[in-house]
């Protein structure tokens, strides 16, 4: 055999690449997902997953092959001599045809086609026992009604998974190529992270962790660069196709490169399984967490002003049961009705009565008056009985209240729709922390955080009111996990979380609910839309 120069042929087909990427528009290699891994990365993750591969005889599939970067890779790392078979699927001709051209003498099969086709008759072709893949990054909303039918249930019969049809394409072809593969074969895969967060990925990341041996899923920051114009946040996984052993764990890194992250962390099977963010792995110190919410999308933040509840400078005196309010006679101006603490509050769903008083037990309500002192007195001669005794309880005496003009004023607020407590316990599923939605016109002390829709949300949600129910329902899916990861700790198991922290926590559910509000929520550049 003759040998072969693989720099040579690696050059001519980054030379080839660049004219292919450049004769198209955006749009065109949005609708096929045609952005190119770097051959760097290309032959950094080949070299990772070179070092497990006991196989002398290699098998090596691209479902997705673009030029060939992998290929390149293949032959790069493994050499030319290991490599049994070659196939790549490429369904763009363009891209097919060049890349048969540069490879089939060195072994690369090329079919051109849709490899979700193919992948139901895949029984002619070789399985691979290595797969090396970056599949097109097609969202759910650019997949045709039909198409999406078609893949769920490919999937669901060669696979028996049920693919969510928020899904983009990478998840079908994800499924569908590690059911090509031969047993015990190898597989990375370069995709976006975002699957490991939403609900849609939800099926993903039960396959990886219980019908495969996942054994690496490699972060990239967000801030990273390499990979040019394709700015997803994007994820390496590295697995076997294999049952995973008994008390398997696989490792999760962040940050830096595969071969060098930031930070690293060994998170076992049964964790994984029941965390619904996977990227709280590897756990980062909070200050990096911060960075790293801020930087991957959308957030709580994006569509909730969060607040917290109003500090009175004294509950005792200030906050009062509404009976007794009506019985000494004050003025219905001069008191707001209020939540009691979450200690006694029973109900998540606040119910009002026909006043907007909430019909919880015990019904309280806070005194806050604007009129000055003298007019107080005049007017509302009860009311001024009550706040003389504050002198002799020395009420005035407190921080608060002493900065306050007049003194018995409370912050301003508008009663929030919705609400969270702001201090708990819990461990594992128990969340420390419980939403509570709020529908009278009750405000509520600073043992919550107060939720204010706004922007697009806010919009949504005044035309179509039916659709709180839906939003509180969605609040509610935020895992134990989230709010731990998010919150902090204190001695003894007392956990805290604080506007700016409840805010960092994931938005992507309310967006593949209502697709609409994606307007408002994205800070990082979004070239698949
Ligand atoms: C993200 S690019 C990656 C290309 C190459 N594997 C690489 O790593 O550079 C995805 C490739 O998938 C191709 N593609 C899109 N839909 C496909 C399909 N249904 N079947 C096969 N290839 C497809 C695109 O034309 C594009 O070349």
Redesign the pocket.
Same mark, same amino acid.
């Given at each position: 055999m003759a040998t072969i120069n693989i720099d040579r042929l690696e050059h001519k087909r980054q030379l080839l690449?660049s004219s292919l990427d450049s004769a198209k528009t955006a749009a065109e290699r949005n609708r096929? @997902?045609? +952005?190119?891994?770097p051959n760097l990365l290309?032959i950094e993750i080949t070299r990772y997953i070179a070092t497990m591969i006991d196989d002398d005889e290699i098998n090596f599939a691209?479902?997705?092959?673009?030029?060939?970067?992998?290929f390149s890779a293949a032959l790069t790392i493994l050499g030319r001599a290991r490599i049994k078979s070659a196939i790549g699927?490429?369904?763009?001709s363009d891209?097919s045809s060049s890349a048969n051209n540069l490879w089939r003498e060195v072994g690369l099969q090329v079919i051109t @086609?849709? +490899?979700?086709e193919?992948v139901e008759k895949s029984s002619s072709l070789t399985s691979p026992n290595l797969l090396l893949?970056?599949?097109?990054?097609?969202r759910h909303h650019h997949l045709s009604r039909d198409d999406k039918k078609r893949l769920q249930r490919l999937v669901q019969r060669l696979v028996g998974v049920d693919v969510n049809g928020l899904a983009g394409?990478y998840v079908y072809f994800l499924l569908l190529a590690t059911y090509w593969m031969a047993d015990n074969g190898y597989a990375a895969w370069?995709i976006p992270s975002e699957f490991m967060d939403v609900n849609y990925g939800a099926s993903l990341k039960q396959f990886l962790t219980s019908q495969v041996t996942l054994i690496r899923v490699h972060r990239f920051s967000p801030d990273d660069i390499q990979f040019g114009d394709?700015l997803v946040s994007s994820a390496v996984l590295i697995f076997r196709k294999t049952q995973p052993p008994v008390n398997h764990a696989a490792e999760f890194t962040f940050g830096g490169t595969l071969s060098d992250p930031e930070t690293k962390e060994q998170v076992a099977l049964n964790r994984l399984q029941e965390s619904r963010k996977w990227t709280a792995y590897p756990n980062l110190p909070q200050d990096e967490r911060s960075n790293i919410s801020e930087g991957t999308g959308i957030t709580l933040a994006n569509y909730f002003r969060i607040q917290r509840g109003i500090a009175t400078g004294d509950n005792k005196f200030f906050i009062i049961e509404q009976d007794e309010a009506i019985r000494r006679g004050f003025p219905r101006n001069c008191i707001r009705p209020i939540l009691p603490s979450p200690r006694h509050l029973k109900e998540t769903v606040i119910k009002p009565d026909c006043d907007g008083f909430p019909l919880t037990n015990p019904r309280l309500c806070v005194i806050d008056c604007d009129l000055p002192e003298h007019v107080v007195e005049k007017r509302y001669p009860k009311l001024w009985e009550y706040l003389v005794s504050a002198d002799s309880l020395g009420v005035k005496d407190g921080y608060l209240v002493s900065k306050r003009n007049p003194w018995y004023q409370q912050e301003k607020r508008e009663p929030p729709m919705f609400l969270c407590t702001y201090m708990g316990r819990g461990t594992q599923e128990r969340k420390p922390f419980r939403f509570i939605w709020n529908q009278t016109n009750a405000i509520a002390t600073n043992l919550y955080l107060m939720l204010y829709p706004v922007k697009s949300l806010q919009r949504m949600l005044v035309n179509h009111p039916e659709r709180a129910e839906e939003v509180y329902k969605i609040l509610c899916l935020v895992t134990g996990n989230e709010l731990r990861g998010e919150g902090r700790v204190y001695g003894g198991g007392l956990h805290k979380i604080e506007p700016k922290e409840l805010g960092r926590i994931s938005a992507l559910p309310f967006v593949e609910q209502w697709p609409e509000l994606q307007m408002d929520g994205i800070k990082q550049k979004m070239l698949f839309e």
């Open positions: 690449q096929l @997902g045609q +952005f190119a891994t290309a691209d479902p997705s092959i673009g030029t060939g970067s992998f699927v490429e369904l763009d891209f @086609g849709d +490899f979700t193919l893949a970056n599949p097109p990054y097609v394409l370069l394709a």
